[in-house]
């Protein structure tokens, strides 16, 4: 017999006054609140030992620096109990389903863990001796070779350091190719349905952006494409699939047309992970894309490593390709291809995106999924990412209108608008109803083509159980949210803050942290 | 003094050569709230249809068209210290800026009231 030394049974109700009663110190068990970082440390500490430095000539001219820098001083277990407290209060992919649409937030095999954190390839200097890196070099080339075979494209610049850094990449190797023939075009075309980072890429060109709407079926409406194209249009930037989750059908008629008017197509492939495997872009004729290795080939926001995208070029835009470009000589042997070694080959290469390499972690990481999956096992990603995805519309399309569930498929996203959601109840009110639900919120507002827009992309790497878990929880949410259910607004209830003013977050943003009435005095008694 | 709107929810003042422009309440309403309203310069000229400002909400950033072609002659100050004289005011006191017109006649393509009315309606 055990004896339950507390008094209580499981079948004591603990009331509601209880739940709502304060604690003295803010903690609520295992939810501990958490003070900034400049609230707990001083000043007058410090976590280790410094010598006093020793009495140099100053050589600042008067500019030295005339009132303490402010950073807070912490001991070690100070320091590690902090961000280990503030890092239980995040969301993350290894904690639940990420349904952040757009993103691709599948699971990061472990494996790659591994792979990158071998000594050969984690402890690399960018300028050691190329003789002394040939694994490594031949780690980058190798992956070119996947990327290029997988896309159906010519070549491939791995430098650039993400998506919207692959878009630029792309940008300017269509430039430099105007540019090459003469051809001083100033316009580019993004349409309705593109990702949000497209029209800033093309601005940040120095190109005038100009819209290409949709058509009530979600996609690129082809007929406003054709009547706008012209001599002034270098390119058009198009997410295929886009960002209504929806497979632009008309790819390949859209790029003949485009390249009949003497302009080039760019595709963002942030979406790739719902074709990768079964379509070739460069079969589609897409001059350009970049490829986000921490979408596609996992490592995602948070679950691994920083971003990366290389980007693939058409045989048009392959000479203009950035430096370094890895190439295999006939030996075997593996060179990098710099200003100084660049050959008649690469004479029109437009430059450099970055003073190294590129994300090598990222590079390993992304090779070891592609080789621990095989060409037969990137096919099943793009088919279960897409099956996953139509099970979500299908399942939810009953209790969320799903503005273009009528048309068909989705390819790796399920898209619902607001409609329908009670009088005064808003996209926002179920993201937040999501968070009490133990779910970060899917991606919302965008694309800015449906009103309210919810985007969930659950990826392949979730099970039935965690989408039909999932589901549930959505569809609870919603119908709270269209039967006008009051609590909802204050949603969320249980997460470590409460519903947040972002307005006054944006309007007046404290960016800096000022401390109020003087110094911390120094804590009594320690 | 007439009152024009156009598709993309921005209203017209016309007082004789002086076109006053702003966005509309249902445009306000969609965005929600107002954080940041990016106004055009004094002299700037744009032509109809032209890019002349940008206002951001927690939700998204928009442009602002010109409804017509002018020169800026004045811009909305206030809004810069107070973007939410966007959301609670926005066809008089929340204007963006005033054009002096170059073409007149452009007036012709705009809708009235009524008929934005009904157009706001279809959608």
Known sequence: ?526 | MSRYFTEDHEWVDVEGEIATVGITDYAQEQLGDIVFVELPAEGATFDKGDDAAVVESVKAASDVYAPVSGEVIEANAALEGEPALVNSDAEEDGWFFKLRLTDASELESLMDEAAYAKYVDGL
């Open chain 1, 1 to 526: 017999m055990t004896i339950n030394q507390s008094g209580w049974k499981p079948e004591i109700a603990v009331s509601g006054a209880v739940l709502a009663s304060p604690t003295a110190t803010g903690n609520r068990a295992l939810m501990l609140e958490e003070p900034l970082i400049f609230e707990i440390g001083g000043m007058e500490r410090t976590g280790v030992d410094l010598a006093e430095a020793p009495a140099a000539p100053n050589r600042l001219g008067g500019m030295e620096r005339a009132t303490p820098i402010g950073l807070p001083g912490l001991s070690e277990q100070e320091t590690v109990r902090h961000y280990t407290r503030l890092s239980r209060q995040n969301y993350a992919i290894d904690l639940g389903l990420f349904p952040l649409g757009s993103c691709t937030m599948k699971h990061n095999p472990r494996l790659n863990e591994k792979v990158a954190r071998m000594p050969g390839f984690a402890d690399l200097h960018p300028l050691a001796p190329q003789s002394a890196v040939q694994g490594a070099l031949a780690v980058v080339h190798e992956l070119g070779e996947w990327l290029k075979t997988l896309t159906g494209m010519a070549a491939v610049a791995m430098s650039p350091k993400a998506g919207a850094h692959g878009e630029l990449c792309g940008l300017l190797a269509i430039r430099a190719a105007l540019e090459a023939r003469g051809d001083a075009r100033s316009v580019i075309l993004v349409p309705e349905s593109a990702h949000g980072t497209n029209p800033a890429t093309a601005a940040f060109c120095g190109y005038a952006v100009e819209d290409i709407p949709a058509t009530l079926e979600g996609r690129v409406d082809l007929a406003a494409l054709e009547a706008r194209l012209g001599p002034d249009v270098a390119a058009v930037m198009i997410t295929n699939p886009n960002t209504c989750g929806l497979f632009e059908r008309d790819m390949k008629r859209i790029a003949d047309a485009v390249h009949a008017a003497g302009a080039l197509v760019y595709c963002d492939g942030a979406n790739f992970n719902a074709i990768v495997g079964r379509v070739r872009p460069g079969d589609l004729g897409i001059d350009a894309m970049h490829i986000n290795l921490h979408k596609t080939f996992s490592t995602p926001h948070g679950g691994g490593g920083p971003g990366s995208g290389p980007v693939v070029l058409s045989e048009a835009l392959a000479p203009f390709a950035p430096l370094p470009i890895v190439e295999k000589d006939a030996d075997g042997v593996f060179h990098l291809v710099e200003e100084e070694t660049a050959g008649a080959d690469h004479g029109q290469n437009f430059g450099r995106m970055v003073a190294f390499h590129g994300q090598m972690g990222m590079f390993t990481r992304a090779l070891a999924y592609i080789l621990s999956h095989g060409a037969d096992g990137l096919r099943q990603v793009a088919e279960d990412a897409v099956l996953n995805a139509n099970y979500i519309l299908r399942s939810l399309e009953d209790v969320l209108d799903a503005p273009f569930g009528g048309t068909g498929p989705c390819m790796h996203e399920a898209l619902f608008s607001d409609k329908g959601l009670a009088e005064g109840f808003s996209t926002l009110d179920v993201a937040k109803g999501l968070i009490d639900e133990g779910y970060h919120p899917m991606t919302m507002y965008f694309p800015l083509v449906v009103h309210g827009a919810m985007l969930i992309e659950p990826t392949e790497t979730e099970s039935k159980a965690a989408l039909d878990q999932f589901i549930m929880a959505l569809r609870s949410v919603a119908e709270r949210a269209k039967a006008g259910d009051e609590a909802l607004k204050g949603a969320p209830w249980f997460a470590p803050r409460r519903r947040l003013d972002e307005t006054l977050a944006a309007r007046k943003p404290k960016l800096v942290w000022e401390e109020v009435g003087g110094l911390a005095e120094p804590a009594a008694a320690e």
